[in-house]
């Protein structure tokens, strides 16, 4: 089992920057991929980012790609999304979730593992 603890949404203004967390538990992580998601309806979660915890090796969606990025921090079993130049769009309910694969997809279902969200709203 693997759980996620996500932390540092909160108010911003637009072109702010922000650092989201999501702090990894449980079992060791291998070979296991990590993503960000954010919700954008009742039912649909939006792949933002993601990265492989074993490589590092990242894969960000091609619209938010020069604004956010994704890094891991393994000794530290972290997670994290820097946001620079945040828009009113960017509001959302962001997710941190894992897959029990390295490989980093885009689909939510194919994820095992969610974190409870943290709110980021920013303001016009």
């Known amino acids: 089992q693997v759980q996620l603890v996500e932390s540092g949404g909160g108010l911003v203004q637009a072109g702010d920057s922000l650092t989201l967390s999501c702090a990894v538990s449980?079992?060791?992580?291998?070979?296991?991929?990590l993503a960000w998601f954010r919700r954008v309806s009742e039912t649909e979660r939006e792949f933002v980012a993601g990265?492989?915890?074993?490589?590092?090796?990242?894969l960000l969606t091609d619209a938010l790609e020069g604004r956010f990025s994704i890094s891991r921090d393994n000794r530290n079993n972290m997670l994290y999304l820097k946001m620079n130049d945040l828009k009113p769009e960017d509001t959302a309910v962001y997710y941190c979730?894992?897959?029990?694969?390295?490989?980093?997809?885009?689909?939510?279902?194919?994820?095992?593992?969610w974190g409870q969200g943290t709110q980021l709203t920013v303001s016009s």
């Open positions: 979730a894992a897959r029990n694969s390295m490989v980093v997809v885009t689909s939510a279902s194919n994820y095992a593992y």
């Open positions: 449980g079992r060791t992580l291998r070979q296991d991929a």
């Open positions: 990265i492989s915890w074993v490589d590092g090796h990242p």
